[in-house]
């Protein structure tokens, strides 16, 4: 069986788990996380330029720790 589920991360709580374990019963399940909309089309067009060595961009590591930091915060 497989089922997808679309919704926005706040309405992933204790009540979506319920639902999800009433429908699979004692199942093993597999989930996979995906990120909708433009997301995926940036990430997968960055692949696509990374690939020809286009629109590169470098960070240093203390440059990504603070972005990562601040969208930690968010």
Known sequence: MITTFKLN???LDNDFIDAIRKIF???DI???IKASGNYSQKTLK???NAEV???IVE???QD???MAKE???K
Do not use: G, P
Request: aromatic share 8%.
């Open 53 to 55: 060595n286009e629109n």
């Open 46 to 48: 960055a692949k696509e």
């Open 9 to 11: 991360i706040s309405e």
């Open 59 to 61: 960070y240093s590591v």
């Open 30 to 32: 597999e989930l996979t």
């Open 64 to 66: 990504f720790e603070k």
């Open 71 to 73: 969208l930690e915060e």
């Open 25 to 27: 019963k004692n199942q």
